[in-house]
């Protein structure tokens, strides 16, 4: 079994950084992929990024490419997801998700990851 802790959410201003965490138990980050996701009332859990188990290959959804970076640190069980030049439609509650396997690219499908943390919240003034 694998347990992810969000953090790193907040209130910020638009334009500005903020960097989440998810740190997990269990079984070495190494061997999973992982993904990083959103949701807003009402509307389905959308894919934000990923990183694959093998190749670490990343993924972005269009609207964050450029602004968004996903990366790992194997040794301290953590994946990151830096976000810079937020913007209002970024306010969400973010996921951060697991997949078992080994994977050579990323994966956006949210049905195919097996753990999810309880979230964090991003809220982005104008």
């Not at 960097?19 to 997990?24: F, G, K, S, Y």
């Not at 994966?107 to 195919?112: A, D, F, K, P």
Request: net charge positive.
């Amino acid at each position: 079994q694998v347990q992810l802790v969000e953090s790193g959410g907040g209130l910020v201003q638009a334009g500005d950084s903020l960097r989440l965490a998810c740190v997990t138990s269990g079984r070495a980050l190494s061997t999973y992929t992982l993904g990083w996701f959103r949701q807003t009332p009402g509307k389905e859990r959308e894919f934000v990024a990923g990183i694959s188990t093998l190749r670490d290959a990343t993924g972005y959804r269009d609207s964050v490419k450029g602004r968004f970076t996903i990366s790992k640190d194997n040794a301290k069980n953590t994946v990151f997801l830096q976000m810079n030049s937020l913007k209002p439609e970024d306010t969400a509650l973010y996921y951060c998700a697991a997949r078992r396997g080994s994977d050579s690219d990323y994966e956006m499908r949210r049905g195919l990851y097996d753990y999810w943390g309880q979230g964090t919240q991003v809220t982005v003034s104008s």
